[in-house]
């Protein structure tokens, strides 16, 4: 079964604006990723936050994670139209890793 | 340093026919995963080879799918008499010898069309 899962689905917002999205997970695990993925095109890696962190920054982007929630959010800070793309959590327990159905985002100019 | 090679990064297969996905790691790496990412879904796990050892290939489906990781050349997925189902993108990563919580290096995909 999938192990992550984001939220909201699908994100529109205006060019400048934050964009931030959840991503919830069930099990144990090692570390949680951040990827994006332009439309048909391959994974970008953006961010890894290993289980014993609770907050990484790398550049316009935030991640936070609570594992006593099982929860992670991504933020993307002044948002630009090249930010256009679906975003993917995906968490690593032992060697696999498990990616969420991912949440569109749209940046509008 | 080259990333993960993917080729062909488009293939078209009749139904019946036998696809072969090639996936060259990055220069050092010697784990190996094969993931499938079906339309408006995130990828899933399908097998994790090392060089010739198959460690994990419980994301397989038990008929028509192989996966190879010989001791010289590519990382082979097989796919034998394909179907319009298996039409999806095959991704493959790669990561170094030394942990397998590091970072997997993701190829670019393969996206298999069955018509």
């Known amino acids: 079964s999938q192990q992550g899962e984001e939220d909201p689905q699908a994100l529109s917002i205006q060019e400048g604006e934050n964009a931030t999205m959840n991503c919830s997970y069930k099990?144990?695990?090692?570390?949680l990723q951040w990827y994006r993925q332009n439309s048909g095109r391959g994974l970008v890696h953006l961010i890894l936050?290993?289980?014993?962190?609770r907050e990484k920054h790398s550049g316009r982007l935030r991640v936070t994670l609570d594992t006593s929630k099982k929860s992670s959010s991504l933020l993307i800070t002044a948002s630009r139209a090249a930010d256009t793309a679906s975003y993917f959590c995906?968490?690593?327990?032992?060697?696999?890793?498990?990616f969420g159905a991912g949440t569109t985002v749209t940046v509008r100019a | 340093n080259a990333g993960v090679m993917q080729n062909p990064r488009h293939l078209v297969r009749r139904r019946g026919q036998e696809a072969r996905l090639r996936c060259s790691p990055m220069?050092?790496?010697?784990?190996v995963y094969w993931y499938r990412q079906l339309p408006e879904e995130g990828l899933k796990f399908m097998v994790y080879?090392?060089?010739?050892?198959?460690?994990?290939e419980s994301g397989m489906p038990k008929e028509r799918f192989s996966a190879e990781f010989p001791k010289e050349g590519p990382s082979i997925l097989r796919i034998q008499q394909v179907v319009r189902g298996d039409s999806a993108a095959y991704f493959c990563?790669?990561?170094?010898?030394?942990?397998?919580?590091?970072?997997?290096?993701f190829g670019p995909g393969t996206r298999l069309t069955v018509t």
């Open positions: 995906a968490t690593l327990r032992d060697y696999k890793l498990s």
């Open positions: 080879l090392q060089k010739e050892n198959i460690i994990d």
């Open positions: 936050i290993r289980s014993n962190e």
């Open positions: 099990t144990s695990i090692n570390n």
């Open positions: 220069k050092g790496h010697s784990h």
């Open positions: 990563a790669s990561s170094p010898m030394a942990r397998v919580e590091d970072e997997q290096y």
